[in-house]
């Protein structure tokens, strides 16, 4: 039995999973200010009659990290930054904690300039003095030589006792310093409180003699040992639309191109499935006002849900952005979109007498019968949508390429279906499909979509190799690791042979590897290194992910 | 003042390194070029910040090529891939100007350009086709552009947008560069000024090997930038070379990023184009980091390269002379450009003609040309190019061009048609191409076969 617990911005809900067959669901109400509670609450629900010793495996997903950020609730941070020459760190707006210390390494990973290790001992006394616990170190190239991060990171915590240190090369091993330092800085400001939440989670769980594994479901649509995730709390982060898409992807037929429509109350949640693969940002997550390395699928929100308020001025009609509260029809105060499908048929939802009179009052408005007003809203909503699912289209088709081949090769995105899920789903994926001429799918489990995707969703990993072969080198820079290569005339397939070597080594140490056979080369380069007229040398740089994809043995609906 | 300076908005960017192209594996020209580029700008975050939008690049057509060239025997035979999308980023970033999207962009892009001429037999230089001049020419077209001024930064001089230029009075070229004598293409000296109604606005600045930040920006501040005053453009470009700086292979000046950034930051162009520059790891991430911070109005003072020192070069007595008296001569061209012109006309008849020697070093190719343009009283007057491609002791292709300018009078429209159909008939030839650039109609018409193209 697998268990999928999803708490989202309004509701928790959780499913049972068996045989590859939803057998039970539960909602309850998220309550923000204790998450842990409605977490629970919800798996008492779906585990009640239930053995324990025959649950294999719960994942969660949660709003915790998202929240803690959005509220302002992390924990203070001190940044040291080695930046070296290039951009002034200002120009980053990275808070004003942030403290500048020289020293530079090179794109080869080469030192250019030696630590400034008196102005790293003064920077940690002035970070002590003003009263950090917490504190984030990150270089520029940190990824390709982490000396000077890891030489910054000793002074302080021999100036700061017990102080909990993030370094910069441990959270990414992608390109872009202002990115790495964002990231390694939310890890700081997090770590300590999600600690937390799993120890609550670990206690109530062993309290309910649950022992199976249990995993936390990451933005990327992966899951990760919940102990695991202890080192990497940021990634948790917008978990609900990666739990969305990982549940569409189980509900509907494998290898095509859909896109997932999560139709909420003020919300509408749009996620690609391009060729059976979820579409992840091209960059990184942007969590608040930082720009971060956080893999995430690429997800679009707009202001319109069901709930959005109805306004008229003049001849025209606005759906949103704003929820005054309820439809009219479950007692609200304004007409909304749910007023107007339960007008037209398309859904079943509250009092059909009072959805009509709110209806009637925007026809007259209008000067139109209240059907047609409904009808007007209606397409204001499909509008909206798919003008939203083109424009989602043409960004990934507009997104820069650095190869000819890339140019070529990328064409426009041709969706098969159009996939809804969350409570507008229903009455409204039929329309935005025939819109775009795809297939309408709104499956069986659509509500509680979110727990399936959890439930069912597999772990991911990435791990980035890069190798010099004229300075005889490779490293790993999430591992921290480095080492030596011989062979200056390195091929490509050798390199990645080593990266899933690699990368299985890895996934055993994160408890995950099982699903080290799934690994996939993402990003492959290599580039002959020419002096004079001879050549000198490789760079490979490989790039190696067990991408997200559903577990094995789980029977699509 | 012309430029994007005082304008708001963002720096639109393309990066197009062209990672799976090369000329050769072990030229300059390779894929490695813009490898340590990428992970500067990229570790920078530059890509990020407010102040930048990066763009994708798109193919230019090839209709676009040739408004600017003729290439023989077609577009299609010249022209890769990517040399369509290095063009056609331009194109992007130009489109983004007109529409008002960004204030300013750099194509930063490979293979470059600025040594293909008017007629493109190979490859010279590292260029087939001039990125900069199907820039300059689709902004005419599509957006009616009138005056535009092209500065060439490139350590060598930009002697292809030169020719394409040399009789059109609304373009002014301005190339500095090592002299001459000491670098390729061994042209670009003070006395090459334009065609007869374009004198002086065509200006060559050659400068010494070993010329320093100092030197070039007294290039800059005393002549450069008071001529852009007073010609009044309606944008200014950059033909953006980097291998002006200390550590390029190729060439022997002591520019430094530092410099280079300030050089836009005062030039404020509209648009750059990379051209060369081969100091992969020690120039280039720096120089062009400093670049896209001086035109996105960033600071660009944490730019230094790992051995740069301020005062590391310092200019001699003797090169400052020198310096301060090409400017003198410059600057005096300048002055009397009108009356150069008067007196160059007066001595004309109906045509002004001259026979070239182009030689392709890339591609070892020897091209012989005659050149006439007509001093039509009532228009930029239609011009003629009879071209002979040779390798060794071959000839390649021996080829008829006519090219019509914007707003050509009926007579000149009517002439050159006369001139189409009549070498469309001599077997001398084997491609006849009309370019009409008045109705942006380009045709090639292959005497053998008899069958004609169009663009
Ligand atoms: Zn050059
Ligand atoms: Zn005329």
Redesign the pocket.
């Given at each position: 039995m697998l268990i999928g617990i999803d708490v989202g911005g309004t509701t928790t809900d959780a499913v049972l999973v068996e045989a590859g067959q939803v057998k039970k669901t539960a909602y309850v109400p998220t309550d923000h200010q204790n998450l842990l509670n409605c977490l629970l609450e919800a798996l008492d629900q779906i585990i009640a009659g239930v053995q324990p010793s025959r649950i294999e495996r719960v994942v969660l997903s949660t709003t915790l990290i998202t929240n803690m950020i959005a509220e302002g609730k992390t924990d203070p941070v001190a940044l040291m930054l080695i930046p070296g020459p290039g951009t002034n760190p200002q120009d980053y707006h990275l808070g004003d904690d942030t403290i500048i210390v020289k020293g530079a390494i090179d794109y080869r990973g080469r030192e250019i300039q030696k630590l400034d290790e008196a102005g790293a001992e003064k920077a940690a006394a002035d970070i002590s003095a003003r009263g950090f616990s917490k504190v984030a170190i990150v270089g520029k190239f940190g990824q390709r030589n982490h000396a000077h991060e890891l030489k910054a990171g000793e002074i302080v915590s021999a100036a700061i006792p017990n102080a909990q240190i993030e370094l910069g090369h441990r959270v990414s091993g992608q390109l872009n310093f202002p990115r790495r330092a964002a990231t390694t800085m939310l890890t700081a400001a997090t770590k300590e409180k999600y600690r937390e939440f799993a120890d609550h989670i670990t206690r109530a769980f062993e309290q309910r003699r649950i022992s199976c594994p249990i995993y936390i479901l990451k933005a990327d649509g992966g899951t990760l040992p919940l102990q695991t995730s202890l080192e990497m709390p940021v990634e948790t982060i917008f978990s609900g639309p990666a739990a969305s898409t990982m549940g569409v992807m189980a509900l509907t037929p494998p290898d095509q191109t859909s896109v997932v429509v999560d139709i909420g109350g003020t919300t509408t949640d749009l996620a690609l499935i391009l060729s059976g693969k979820p579409l992840l940002s091209s960059k990184g997550a942007r969590v608040d006002s930082l720009l971060t390395h956080v893999r995430a699928f690429a997800v679009r929100s707009l202001a319109i849900g069901g709930d959005s308020a109805i306004t008229v001025s003049g001849n025209c009609l606005a759906v949103g952005p704003q929820r005054l509260g309820a439809a009219l029809c479950m007692g609200g105060p304004t007409a909304t979109p749910t007023d107007a499908m339960r007008v037209l048929g398309l859904s079943g939802i509250g009092d059909l007498g009072r959805a009509r009179k709110a209806m009637e009052d925007l026809g007259r408005q209008l000067g139109l019968t209240p059907t047609e007003a409904a009808q007007m809203v209606v397409d204001a909503v499909v509008d909206k949508i798919v003008s939203e699912i083109r424009q989602m289209f043409l960004e990934w088709e507009e997104e820069p390429a650095y190869r000819i081949w890339e140019i070529m090769q990328r064409g426009e995105i041709e969706a098969q279906n159009v996939a809804g899920v969350g409570g507008g789903a229903p009455p409204l994926v039929p329309l935005i499909a025939q819109r775009m001429g795809a297939r309408p799918i709104v499956p069986d489990y659509a509500p509680v979509a979110n727990a399936v995707g959890a439930a069912v969703a597999r772990p991911t990993l990435t791990l980035s190799l890069r190798i010099d072969t004229e300075r005889g080198e490779y490293i790993i820079a999430e591992e921290g690791v480095t080492g030596k290569v011989g062979d200056r005339k390195m091929n490509l397939e050798e390199a990645e042979k080593m990266a899933r070597r690699l990368l299985a080594e890895r996934a055993e140490r994160l408890g995950i590897g099982e699903y080290a056979g799934e690994a996939e080369v993402t990003y492959s380069e290599v580039f002959n290194m020419v002096r004079g007229w001879s050549t000198v040398g490789r760079l490979l740089s490989v790039r190696m992910e067990i991408p997200a994809g559903l577990l094995t043995g789980w029977e699509r609906c | 003042m012309a430029g994007s300076k005082g304008k708001k908005g963002k720096t639109g960017l393309i990066f197009f390194p062209a990672f799976d192209w090369a000329i050769s594996p072990t030229h300059p020209e390779r894929e490695e070029r813009l490898l340590y580029t990428r992970d500067q700008i990229f570790e920078e975050g530059l890509m990020d910040l407010p102040q930048i939008e990066e763009f994708k690049p798109r193919l230019a057509e090839l209709k676009d090529i040739a408004r600017v060239h003729f290439c023989v025997p077609d577009v299609e035979a010249q022209v890769t891939e990517a040399h369509l999308i290095a063009a056609g980023s331009t194109l992007t970033l130009a489109d983004a100007l007109e529409s008002g999207q960004i204030r300013n962009g750099f194509a930063l892009v490979r293979p470059?350009g600025?040594?293909s001429m008017t007629v493109a037999h190979g490859n010279r230089?590292?260029c087939n086709v001039n990125n900069m001049a199907i820039l300059v020419e689709y902004l005419r077209t599509k957006y009616g552009h009138k005056k535009i001024a092209v500065i060439d930064t490139?350590?060598?001089h930009g002697d292809g947008t030169q020719e394409i230029f040399w009789h059109d009075p609304d373009v002014l070229c301005i190339s500095f560069?090592q002299d001459g004598h000491t670098l390729?293409p061994g042209s670009g000296f003070v006395n090459e000024m334009g065609g007869p109604r374009a004198l002086a606005r065509t200006l060559n600045v050659p400068l010494p090997p070993g010329t320093t930040d100092e030197g070039i920006h007294y290039v800059l501040d005393n002549l450069i930038l008071p001529i852009l005053d007073e010609f009044k453009p309606d944008l200014v470009l950059n033909s953006a070379?980097?291998?002006n700086h200390y550590t390029d292979p190729?060439?022997n000046m002591r520019f430094s990023a530092n410099g280079y950034a300030r050089l836009n930051e005062k030039l404020s162009p509209d648009l750059c184009v990379l051209?060369?520059?081969?100091a992969i790891e020690t120039a280039l991430p720096y120089v062009n980091t400093g670049i896209i911070q001086a035109m996105a109005g960033l600071d660009y003072s944490h730019v230094r390269e790992p051995d740069f020192e301020p005062g590391r070069f310092v200019q001699s007595e003797t090169m400052k002379r020198e310096i301060e008296s090409t400017v003198a001569q410059v600057q005096s061209l300048w002055d009397k450009r009108d009356d150069l012109v008067d007196v160059a006309l007066s001595e004309l008849g109906d045509f002004y003609r001259r026979r070239k020697r182009i030689f392709y070093d890339t591609d070892m190719i020897n091209e012989n040309q005659e050149e006439a343009v007509r001093l039509c009283p009532n228009c930029p007057g239609y011009t003629t190019i009879s071209s002979q491609g040779q390798r060794g002791y071959g000839t390649l292709n021996n080829v008829y061009c006519i090219s019509i300018p914007r707003h050509a009078c009926s007579d000149c429209k009517t002439d050159a048609m006369e001139e189409y159909k009549e070498h469309i008939e001599d077997r001398k030839y084997s491609y006849v191409y009309l370019q009409d650039k008045d109705r942006d109609k380009y045709l090639i018409y292959n005497v053998r076969t008899r069958n004609q193209k169009s663009y």
């Open positions: - | 470059p600025h040594h230089g590292f490139d350590v060598h560069h390729y070379g980097q291998d190729l060439a051209e060369g520059g081969y």
